[in-house]
């Protein structure tokens, strides 16, 4: 039961331009959610994580948005540049649980 | 401060046999939890231990197993390996729950093909 879903599996964007990945989940008992970056042959990175209480959070020039009555939450990463291109995953997780629920990850393609 | 370190990095097994995986959190990390990425699947949650303890188990058959050592470090088996273990397997390590300014630190990896 996949409870995190990304359901674009690829995204193709144009250097400079905004790159937004989108995410959903089912569990409303998720309280916090997590963006990892994952290269070729090494382990997921974190990125960027915002918790249920806030609708925004923003580090450089990555800014994820939760919208909770949507169940819904997406990562811009502006502008995009070269060394972007990875797997990015969406992760969540409920109060004080150390479990992360994964989506399948979404590729991202940076074209000079 | 060393990272999370995940030995051996690459594993071929034969159908039937075990295999045992390693994980070395970072040093004060006592939360280990080991994750399966599978093409098209994610990161799929296998376990996760917290001294020495398991708190938390996914939804995977009894052939997959784990255990965490009085120094946090863990292993992980899988027994009577079949062809759909072939994956990623990933160790993440923390000092406490994700998102609280205390992420999940994920390790490089074993990737075991089972033939």
């Known amino acids: 039961d996949q409870q995190v879903k990304q359901n674009s599996p690829s995204l193709s964007v144009q250097e400079g331009r905004i790159s937004i990945l989108n995410c959903d989940y089912t569990?409303?008992?998720?309280?916090?959610f997590l963006w990892y970056k994952k290269y070729p042959a090494e382990g997921p990175t974190f990125l960027i994580s915002i918790s249920s209480i806030k609708d925004k959070n923003e580090d450089g020039r990555f800014t994820v948005f939760l919208n909770k009555s949507a169940k819904h939450l997406s990562l811009h990463i502006v502008p995009s540049q070269p060394g972007d291109s990875a797997v990015y995953f969406c992760a969540a997780r409920g109060s004080d649980d150390y479990k992360l629920s994964f989506g399948a990850g979404t590729t991202v393609t940076v074209r000079a | 401060k060393a990272g999370v370190t995940q030995t051996p990095r690459y594993l071929i097994k034969t159908r039937g046999q075990q295999v045992t995986l390693s994980c070395s959190p970072i040093?004060?990390?006592?939360?280990v939890s080991w994750y399966q990425q599978t093409p098209g699947q994610g990161l799929q949650f296998l376990f996760e231990y917290f001294s020495e303890t398991q708190r938390n188990k996914g939804n995977f058959p009894g052939r997959f197993s784990g255990r965490q050592f009085s120094n946090s470090r863990s292993e992980m088996n899988v027994s009577t390996l079949e062809l759909g273990d072939s994956a990623l397997y990933l160790c993440?390590?923390?000092?406490?729950?994700?998102?609280?300014?205390?992420?999940?630190?994920f390790g490089q990896g074993t990737r075991l093909t089972v033939v």
């Open positions: 993440a390590s923390s000092s406490g729950p994700a998102g609280m300014g205390t992420e999940a630190f």
């Open positions: 040093s004060g990390h006592r939360s």
């Open positions: 569990n409303s008992m998720f309280d916090y």
